[in-house]
């Protein structure tokens, strides 16, 4: 399918808009931040940047409390490197408030895999291939409840697979064709670069997938196609590059030593013949996580996944191993556990970029076979490919489509899943209040731990709760006590336990007595 | 259709997006992001005989990494949003000052 340059530009501008217009439905109509645990460690080092106007170096007493160690090479500093977070922290100064624009930038960051994966098919394999591609990744459900829990450098990182594998494709290729353009690998060092300060297991992937590629291409090729002097620059560009954050980047490899798997499939060769085998033990994600009809789409749609990899294994040009690279490599890091490494199933997050493209490639080169083998239909193909490109949209959608948006559009909506207008109001009174900035406040009638975490990063004061040890254990010296979400729910029993408890902290200095939460100085 | 006419939908389109969804904070989150990270980035890329849909993805992706890189360490010495001014304006002359020297 021909299309104009400029109409192209405006499809893909719609695509994106449509793609941001799903992806920010849990933001538009309740701009609290939502998410579990780890969606918080991530506002709040943003938030922190924006609100105290400075660049984040030693932690807050109240981030340090829980993330103070996971920065294995230099403790109580950042645990990753600093771009992402400073990214949101950025939007957040341009768009004058904290909470919103940091969700809004985090959903343009988390959705860019729509653009990154429609640039490549677009470039290899034209204009339909792309668009039907891009169109499927806005509904892709791995990605979407990733993106919701709060895994947000990882989703953002696997965006930059593709322009990575694209930049040694045009390198290599270039090279072969004795046209050397090392200005790809230059581009391909800052990308790697750029991916190893969003997430390092992104970067690890596009690692694997540039090995294999290259590995392809040797194989093919039966010779070198890349200089020496090239790829030694591309390498000090890249090192020098990721120097720029010393104790983040050596974090990543202090980690790589101590690493271990979280499940561990050794030298199950069972494991091997499948794509994944959802784990016995638990991983903190839900079984349907591991359901391909439930986050891929449905059953009939293996087949034509199985059609695309079949006709590039035919084919095999050098898009075509590019093609094949990233899902071989993609497969290895799937099944890592099989040698006892990696944390497969976050891997698997990946699984909808490469199988979404195939399972498009396999739908237009089916058709293309069709049409060769009936004459007949030749005079129309080009409306029957038209036909066809509408069809698969439309019953994708109603497939996939509509349970993403009910995801996306449902996602922490219930009064209870985010911080209540009682809890936010606590919160604001935190930020300002007498309570020391090293004080450890005790959180009662908490719900969830990732409720309590995102009322004290909102609050910017460290709140325990009853899961991490009792009152007199922790030497806590603030207690909150907390009735607005027992209340909510009408938990009789819980809040009759809760005000039994306060009658005993009646000796206790009384801070704050607001809208069902009371904070007193303790002990 | 000419470029300019393009570059003018595209832009309408994402002022209308902005506004009727995310309001007044989202439209000036989105252009504030496109003004910051990638407007730089695609006049610096200009250099490299790369192709426009190339060279928009590249400034794209490498501004989201390389901006807020810049702005990290000067936030460290000075205000964070001073920094960001300053980044996007060393930036933007320096790309203006390649781009005048390559024409």
């Keep these: ?523 | 259709m000419d470029n300019k006419m393009t570059l003018g939908i595209i832009l309408v389109l994402i002022g209308l997006f902005s506004f009727i969804f995310l309001g007044f904070t989202g439209f000036r989150v989105i252009f504030g992001m496109l003004l910051v990270f990638f407007l730089p980035f695609y006049i610096l890329l200009g250099r490299f005989g790369l192709s426009r849909g190339e060279r928009m993805v590249f400034s794209l992706f490498i501004g989201i990494g390389v901006f807020p890189s810049i702005v990290y360490w000067l936030g460290v010495f000075m205000s964070f949003r001073l920094a960001i001014v300053v980044t996007f304006v060393v930036l933007m002359i320096v790309a203006l000052f390649l781009k005048k020297s390559r024409d």
């Design chain 1, 1 to 523: 399918m021909k299309v104009n340059k400029n109409v192209e530009a405006i499809i893909v501008t719609l695509l994106y808009l449509t793609c941001l217009y799903f992806w920010t439905l849990p933001i538009q109509d309740n701009p609290l931040p939502y998410g579990e645990v780890d969606a918080f460690s991530h506002y709040a080092v943003a938030d922190y940047t924006y609100t105290s106007d400075r660049s984040v170096t030693d932690l807050p007493h109240y981030i340090d409390r829980r993330y103070g160690k996971d920065n294995e090479f230099k403790q109580h500093t950042l645990w990753y490197p600093p771009p992402f977070h400073t990214g949101l922290a950025i939007g957040a100064a341009i768009g004058g408030e904290s909470d919103f624009p940091i969700y809004l930038v985090n959903a343009i960051f988390c959705s860019l895999i729509v653009l990154s994966v429609y640039f490549i098919i677009r470039r290899f394999f034209g204009f339909e291939a792309a668009l039907l591609s891009g169109f499927l990744l806005i509904f892709s459900m791995r990605d979407i409840m990733v993106f919701l829990w709060g895994q947000w450098p990882e989703r953002m990182g696997f965006a930059y697979l593709p322009l990575i594998i694209y930049c040694f494709y045009k390198y290599a290729t270039s090279f072969l064709k004795k046209e050397q353009k090392p200005v790809y690998l230059y581009i391909m060092s800052f990308l790697l670069a750029i991916n190893f300060f969003i997430h390092p297991m992104d970067f690890f992937h596009s690692v694997g997938a540039l090995i294999i590629i290259g590995l392809f291409f040797f194989i093919k090729e039966r010779k070198i196609f890349f200089s020496l002097k090239h790829v030694s620059a591309a390498i000090v560009l890249f090192l020098l590059i990721v120097s720029i954050f010393p104790t983040q980047s050596m974090n990543v490899f202090v980690k790589l030593r101590s690493g271990t798997a979280e499940e561990s499939a050794k030298g199950d060769f069972g494991r091997l013949l499948g794509w994944f085998k959802a784990p016995r033990e638990n991983t903190g994600t839900p079984p349907v996580y591991f359901s391909y009809s439930a986050m891929i789409g449905p059953y009939w749609t293996v087949p034509l996944i199985l059609l695309g990899v079949l006709f590039l294994l035919l084919r095999r040009n050098n898009k075509d191993l590019v093609i094949l690279g990233w899902l071989v490599s993609l497969y290895i890091m799937i099944h890592l556990d099989f040698i006892g490494k990696g944390r497969v199933h976050r891997s698997l997050s990946g699984t909808a970029h490469i199988f979404y493209p195939l399972m498009v490639l396999g739908l237009l080169y089916a058709y293309t076979f069709f049409v060769k083998l009936v004459p007949a239909l030749r005079r129309y193909k080009s409306l029957i490919r038209y036909v066809l490109v509408v069809a698969f949209m439309i019953v994708v959608f109603i497939s996939i489509g509509a349970g993403a948006r009910d995801s996306l559009e449902g996602a922490y909506k219930s009064i209870i899943a985010r911080a209540n207008p009682s809890q936010h109001a606590l919160s604001t009174w935190l930020r300002g209040s007498e309570v020391p900035d090293d004080a450890d406040m005790f959180h009662m009638g908490a719900l969830s731990l990732a409720k309590t975490r995102s009322i004290y990063m909102m609050g910017h004061r460290y709140m325990g709760t009853s899961a991490g040890g009792s009152l007199d254990e922790k030497n806590f010296t603030y207690i909150v006590m907390d009735y607005s979400d027992l209340l909510l729910i009408g938990n009789r029993d819980g809040l009759n336990q809760l005000q039994s408890f306060e009658m005993s902290l009646a000796n206790n200095t009384l801070l704050y007595n607001k809208d069902n939460i009371r904070v007193y100085e303790y002990g």
